[in-house]
């Protein structure tokens, strides 16, 4: 059995999410965005991101679930991977979900979809970004209909069907965890929560130390893992910042954490 690391697979959503009309934003050096003002008459991108978050939180890709690996053409993967309900009847299948009714057992990490009334069609899916809690509110974060940490208002019409990820899942031997990185600890120092807002020398918190982690493990960082911005740290942002040609301010924004996921 695998772990779902929730707490991975929220972050990503945060950091590769946000609120503008079109293509917001997204991992530009792993999965492109599926764009439905392109010709793509009824598809957006939606399923495309809950699949990421769900392999950025351990879900591994295979041969029946795996966006085209090296990352080419956006929509270039599995129908589980790109479509709304493949992607539903696929966790079911592989018994990585199961339906809920109750949305105060929705967790960060497990999905809403959109049920179309009329139709009787899943038409579209968001990610749960935080723990439900006792005022019921369902912070979520989605593609296509763009929308970071916002509370869950179901469209009129719709109704809302709650896939709730189990914390651990079966998977066999055709599984590949990490594609697309050199290995598993490449994969798992990547997936990390490197916060909303950009870091700033002098904190200290968990942000700070996940970010020590991953330059540690990519070579521009040597001192100690404590969660401490200290002129080390600083010094090794600036360092991979002049190497992938960004900013050198030795501040990671979201220019800086986008590379660090997948550099």
């Known amino acids: 059995m695998t772990v779902y690391n929730r707490d991975a697979a929220a972050a990503y959503a945060i950091q590769f999410s946000d609120e503008k009309k079109g293509n917001g934003k997204y991992n530009k050096d792993g999965f492109g965005f599926i764009s439905s003002e392109a010709g793509n008459s009824g598809r957006g991108d939606c399923t ?16 029946a679930w795996t966006n085209t690996t090296p990352y080419a053409r956006p929509g270039t993967g599995t129908t589980t991977w790109n479509s709304t309900n493949s992607l539903r009847n696929f966790l079911i299948r592989k018994e990585w979900a199961t339906a809920i009714d109750n949305k105060h057992d929705l967790k960060r990490g497990d999905l809403v979809y959109s049920y179309n009334k009329e139709s009787k069609a899943y038409t579209h899916v968001v990610i749960v970004c935080r723990d439900v809690e006792s005022d019921g509110k369902i912070y ?3 593609h296509t209909a763009n929308q970071r940490d916002k509370v869950r208002v179901t469209p009129k019409g719709y109704s809302d069907y709650y896939l709730h990820l189990f914390d651990s899942f079966p998977t066999d031997e055709t599984a590949v965890f990490h594609a697309g990185y050199n290995n598993q ?8 929560d490197y916060g909303k807002e950009t870091l700033h020398p002098g904190e200290t918190n968990n942000y700070v130390k996940n970010l020590q982690n991953r330059l540690n493990y990519l070579g521009y960082y040597s001192g100690p893992i404590n969660g401490y911005f200290d002129t080390a740290t600083e010094n090794a942002v600036i360092a991979f910042q002049k190497h992938y040609n960004l900013t050198a301010d030795g501040l990671p924004g979201w220019k800086t954490k986008n590379k660090l996921y997948h550099p």
């Open 48 to 63: 495309n991101f809950a699949s990421q978050c769900l392999w950025a939180g351990g879900h591994p890709m295979m041969e």
């Open 185 to 192: 600890s490449d994969f798992d120092s990547a997936m990390s």
């Open 140 to 142: 979520i974060c989605g």
